[in-house]
Every structure is written in structure tokens, then in C-alpha cells.
């Protein structure tokens, strides 16, 4: 099938490069001409594992391009996905001014029937609004059917999660596109759920919300267990063997961030208010995220002290591993923590440290590339992200490096016993 994709961030281009893979012909659009430029030229604005290769793999293969031209991807396509941004607004609710753009520029240069898929995560009822926009401007007056088709990728594992999905979301207003997009969906041989869009655009903020909620139980055990002195790692692996629950989303750390859970969470809560519902729950769950990075800068101020001209080392700027995305970092917050109490910083990550860059200050922070020299001259080395080789650094060579070999672990990647053994003053989550 010939498709178009508008937007070219993570979801995005992640969901284009996939189709091409699967040899559907994709254009890419992006009003960003250098961005456009730079994927045209087989390079990436974004890190995200296997992605660059797939791009270039399809450009070259001729499945894939992008321009900047919405007619020129509009004009020839059988399905047309919307993949904007939907930053949040100060009272938690979604932005969808690109949305509505996009959807009129679709209007404009829209001739015969098209799918109009709604890829970004957006507010119950945007798909009506989206329909509406579209009747609106659309000179032509042709027929077309507005599809919500939610992503539920994860940064760091997006490629993996578009081509071998849990399941696809398909929500409709009638059954005229249904065949098609099962069609385009037939190559990833995953289960379909066809619905109406209102209960589709619920099903995303629901389970991200839902999983958000994981993250804040386990969060709020881990202090349970630091007062009683258990292990929150061995009472999730407990809890999280019982095929109900599941282990997933159960590791105490400094919090969830992103640009998903803590956006998603706001949105489903002031879309419940709208609503006439009241959602406590998760009102709770944002608190006690808030909470688990005020106890754990608690930990450091209690012990460092006094954290002026000290020397911190922070392993880690993206809010997860295996992504360069330092929107809403656990991370970047502690960094600006910190470096409001005066401290100096030397900071390490494997892909974010060019992002980071853009959102810590320039004085006060020293961008170090070899994880094991972070600790240099430190009075305390801080684990902020979960990257994998953090777990080979080389503590004997830390210990030696440091001031006073102080080692805060956001999220728990030392054992506790082998760091005392080796001479650390060791402090983690609920252990």
C-alpha cells in the first residue's frame, strides 16, 4: 500500500521505517527542511536502536523518502497518518494545535477518499474533531474515514515493539476502512482489535496510565521496605510471578519520566475532570512519582551534606536507557537539583549527552566521555539511568578516583553486600 506519514519524531519515523520495511511505499513529511534533509541524506535527528539502519536499508531500497510537501505525500497515498507532537499545556491538558493543523492541511490538498489515521496520543473525541476539521476545509468535498490507530512503542525498543506488536488498535466510525488497515497490519501477524474511536483513544491513555501506576506502586513499597529492612527487588520478584500481575514496570527507581507516562497521566486526568470524574487514583500516582525524587535527593543531601563546590558525578542524562530523549528526565531534574545547591558536575551518558546539553546550563557541568573517568576528584557518583553498561563500570578504578567513595544508585544496578565489600558508602531504592 502506499502511505504517508506526517511527522517525523519518534513515533513517526519509527511507524514509516517499519511499513517500508514490511514493503509498503512510505513519504515521510516534516515542515522541518533540515530534518528533512538530514533523512534524506540517511542520517537520524533522533537515537533509537536498529532505527538508522532501517532508514537507510528503505530510502536506498526506494520504499521510503520524505519531503517537506504535504500535497506530495497526501497526493498519492491510500492512508495518511497523523504523527504530530501533543505537548501538554499548563493545566495538564493536550495541545492540539498541530493536530488541527495538519488535519486542515490534509483538507487542502486531499482529492479523493483517503484514511485519515490519528497515530499521536490524543484526548478522547479528537478523532471527531479531527473529522469535523477535515469536512470543514476540505474544498473537494470527496469522502474520507478518520481511524484512531494508537502506538504503544517504547523509546529504546520502538523498532522491535512496531514490528512485533501485543496487539493492534483499530477504532472506526464505519467499516469502510477496516479491511484496509488489516491489510496493512497483515505482515506483523498480531491480534486485531477493531472498536469504535472514542473507547480506541481511551485504550492509550489507559494503559500508559495504567503502567505509570506499576511504576508508582513499586515506588511506594520501596519505601516500605528501606523502614522495615526488605528487599523491594526480591518482593517484586515475588509479587510479580503471579501471571495477574507480572514483573514488568515492578523496579523501584528515581521515577518515570519521558515524554509518554508523566504527559499521558496529566492528559487522563483533566480529560476524566471534562468528563465529571474525579481521578484520584492517579492524582496519587504523579504525587508519589514527585516523592520518590525528593526522598532520593534527601538521601544525598543527608549524607554529602553540605553540597556546595562539591564534586557530583552523574552516570546517566536520558530519562531511560537506549534512547537519547532527555524530555522530562528523572535524571536532568537531579542535575538541576543539584546544581541549584551549588555542586560542580561530571556527567556521562552513552547517546544524550549532545540533547543534554540543550537543557543543563553551560557553567557548572563538565561532559565526561569514558564512564569510568566520571568519578575523578568526586565527593559522590550518582546512578541516574538504567544504561546496561553502567553495570561493567570499573569500581575499583571509581573507588581509587573519588574523594570519598560515595555511590547513590537511582536505580539499582549494584548489589548491596559487593559494594560494601568493596568499600562503598552504598545507597539505594528500598534495599
Not at 482489535?193 to 481511551?202: Q, R
Not at 522530562?328 to 558536575?345: F, N, Q, T, V, W
Request: include cysteine.
Amino acid at each position: 500500500m502506499k502511505l504517508a506519514v506526517i511527522g517525523t519524531g519518534y513515533v513517526g519515523l519509527v511507524t514509516g521505517t517499519c511499513f517500508a520495511e514490511v514493503g509498503h511505499t512510505v513519504i515521510c513529511v516534516d515542515c522541518d527542511a533540515r530534518k528533512v534533509e538530514m533523512l534524506q541524506k540517511g542520517g537520524i535527528p533522533i537515537y533509537e536502536p536498529g532505527l538508522e539502519e532501517l532508514v537507510q536499508k528503505n530510502v536506498a531500497a526506494g520504499r521510503l523518502g520524505f519531503t517537506t510537501s504535504t500535497r506530495d505525500g497526501v497526493e498519492n497515498a491510500d492512508v495518511v497518518f497523523i504523527a504530530v507532537p501533543t505537548p501538554p499545556q499548563p493545566d495538564g491538558s493536550v495541545d492540539l494545535s498541530f493536530m488541527e493543523g495538519v488535519a486542515r492541511d490534509i483538507a487542502a490538498v486531499m482529492t479523493s477518499y483517503k484514511i485519515v489515521v490519528d497515530k499521536s496520543t490524543v484526548p478522547v473525541k479528537t478523532g471527531e474533531k479531527v473529522a469535523e476539521t477535515i469536512r470543514r476545509y476540505c474544498k473537494a468535498k470527496v469522502e474520507f474515514d478518520v481511524v484512531s490507530n494508537p502506538e504503544f512503542l517504547r523509546e529504546g525498543s520502538a523498532v522491535s515493539d512496531f514490528l512485533k506488536p501485543d496487539r493492534v488498535v483499530i477504532g472506526v466510525r464505519t467499516q469502510r476502512p477496516v479491511a484496509a488497515m488489516k491489510e496493512l497490519y497483515a505482515p506483523f501477524n498480531a491480534p486485531v482489535v477493531v472498536t469504535d474511536i472514542n473507547s480506541a483513544e481511551l485504550i492509550k491513555h489507559a494503559a500508559n496510565s495504567f503502567l505509570a501506576l506499576k511504576i508508582s506502586y513499586i515506588n511506594a513499597i520501596s519505601v516500605i521496605c528501606e523502614a522495615s529492612g526488605a528487599n523491594v527487588q526480591e518482593v517484586a520478584s515475588g509479587i510479580g510471578m503471579d501471571a495477574r500481575i507480572g514483573r514488568q514496570f515492578f523496579d523501584a527507581s528515581l521515577g518515570f519520566g519521558g515524554s509518554c507516562f508523566p504527559k499521558d497521566l496529566s492528559a487522563f486526568v483533566k480529560i476524566a475532570e471534562q468528563l465529571g470524574y474525579d481521578f484520584g487514583l492517579l492524582k496519587e500516582v504523579q504525587r508519589i512519582n514527585a516523592l520518590q525524587m525528593d526522598r532520593f535527593f534527601k538521601k544525598i543531601l543527608e549524607t554529602v551534606w553540605v553540597l556546595k563546590d562539591k564534586k557530583i558525578g552523574v552516570l546517566g542524562l536520558a530519562f531511560k536507557q537506549n534512547t537519547d530523549d532527555v524530555r522530562m528526565s528523572p535524571a536532568i531534574d537531579l542535575c538541576h537539583r543539584l546544581l541549584k545547591e551549588g555542586a560542580l558536575l561530571r556527567v556521562h551518558d552513552p547517546k544524550a549527552m549532545d540533547k543534554a546539553r540543550t537543557v543543563l546550563p553551560p557553567s557548572g557541568v563538565t561532559y565526561i566521555d569514558d564512564m569510568n573517568e566520571v568519578a575523578e576528584g568526586c565527593d559522590a557518583l550518582v546512578v541516574a539511568t538504567e544504561w546496561n553498561q553502567f553495570k561493567s563500570l570499573d569500581l575499583d578504578r571509581v573507588r581509587k578516583a573519588m574523594t570519598h567513595p560515595i555511590l547513590f544508585d537511582g536505580r539499582n544496578l549494584f548489589d548491596p553486600r559487593e559494594m560494601e565489600q568493596l568499600g562503598f558508602i552504598y545507597k539505594s531504592i528500598g534495599r
